[in-house]
């Protein structure tokens, strides 16, 4: 299906606030409430908008040491890559994760208290997994642009 205007207007709309109510969205978007009401449920049926969420802010949980770990596996077949996917998954530290091309199979997303933390984690949780040959780690020093959502 193709989005018109109206409904990429809505989307950027519930992408800067998703707590817009169907009144306030029908005002920004310059529709009726009940054709915004039925466009936005349309939209989540069919899969445009995945979730609803609310960012928390990284620093105030004392979570806000940002690692991105590049990870190697020792042998890349679906049985591997599902074992490791499947770990991953389960730890809440990973925040996001990637299959990616190049020297590395895996990019993930870690947070964590601080360094030392990070040091744990490597040992602990990610030094557990049999099937990884490599990980590189590189450090967060400034997030210079972090923006939500999609460009519509």
Known sequence: MNLDDKDKDILRALQQNARLTTKELASKVHL??????????RLEREGYIKQYAT???????????T???S???????AECANAFTEMVSQIPE??????ISGSFDYLLRVQSPDMRYYQR???DVLGKHDNIASLESTFVMEEVKHQYGVSV
Do not use: H, M, W
Request: a positive charge.
């Open 94 to 99: 990973v925040t996001e994760c990637y299959n």
């Open 71 to 77: 990870v190697k596996l020792r042998q890349l077949n």
């Open 67 to 69: 690692v991105f770990c």
């Open 55 to 65: 960012i928390l802010d990284a620093d105030r949980l004392n979570k806000g040491f």
């Open 121 to 123: 984690f490597l040992l």
């Open 32 to 41: 009726s409430t009940t054709p915004v009401f039925e466009r936005v449920k």
